[in-house]
């Protein structure tokens, strides 16, 4: 049986004294996304940065591919690829140029080539390539971001809000981009306020409230063994507080 490529068990996070995360368990597979949902301090954040090795578990385990995010941080991080709720780009570089750069920083040397294929796969224009990303609106910073992390072919995507302030024609488009990395056998996991996209993507929903994973809903199949979406009724009773967690 392969191991998840994300882990999380008996997670508990305390921050200035008070217990943000209590007993958190869930895990990851290759090809899969697992969305957290919740509202405002619900510890979605928390979750992510404990992840990435940010923070420290005062009591559980997170593991990556394998490493503890608490004990190789490091190795953590050239496993995974982290995209927060604005990607951060150098704005006086194009997008060519960003990658260029940050897989130097990686220590990959750049491939013209496969950079283009990176961008076509995430359905950059061609027009917007060489331009500054000064003007680029959320979702092609995003696409850049995706692309970086193709690029890097980091097993794990961790995800932060990845659709807040998107237009409808951007959310679709960054939905298909998840759906190609689940192709490409990349473990997804993505905390979002946005109940009904997460139950049109997502092969698991974990509901958090208080720091706590109160109810999960998994996606069904059909006869082929395609996924077809979570229940957002089901998601959405819950969510709203009317089920017994």
Request: proline share 3%; with cysteine.
């Amino acid at each position: 049986m392969t191991t998840p490529s994300i882990v999380v068990k008996g997670l508990h996070v305390t921050r200035q004294g008070q217990e943000v995360l209590s007993d958190l368990n869930f895990q990851v597979a290759a090809g899969e996304v697992f969305a957290l949902l919740g509202g405002n301090g619900a510890g979605k954040s928390t979750t992510l940065l404990t992840c990435i090795g940010m923070l420290k578990p005062s009591a559980g385990s997170v593991t990556i591919c394998g490493h503890s995010a608490a004990d190789e941080p490091e190795a953590v991080r050239r496993s995974l690829a982290y995209l927060s709720e604005t990607a951060s780009l150098y704005e006086h570089l194009s997008a060519r140029e960003n990658l260029r750069y940050f897989l130097e920083l990686a220590g990959t040397k750049p491939d013209p080539v496969a950079i283009e294929q990176a961008l076509d796969t995430v359905s950059l224009q061609a027009d917007a390539r060489d331009r500054r990303s000064a003007g680029f609106s959320k979702g092609m910073r995003q696409k850049v971001a995706i692309a970086l992390a193709l690029l890097r072919k980091t097993p794990v995507l961790l995800l932060d809000e990845p659709t807040s302030g998107l237009d409808p024609v951007a959310v679709e488009e960054f939905n298909r981009l998840l759906i190609t990395l689940c192709q490409r056998d990349v473990a997804i996991l993505m905390v979002t306020h946005d109940l009904f996209g997460a139950c049109e993507v997502s092969s698991r929903i974990g509901l958090l409230r208080d720091g706590h994973l109160v109810n999960q809903f998994e996606a069904s199949r059909d006869v082929n063994g395609k996924l077809i979406h979570v229940d957002v009724n089901e998601v959405k009773r819950s969510f709203a507080g009317r089920e017994a967690a």
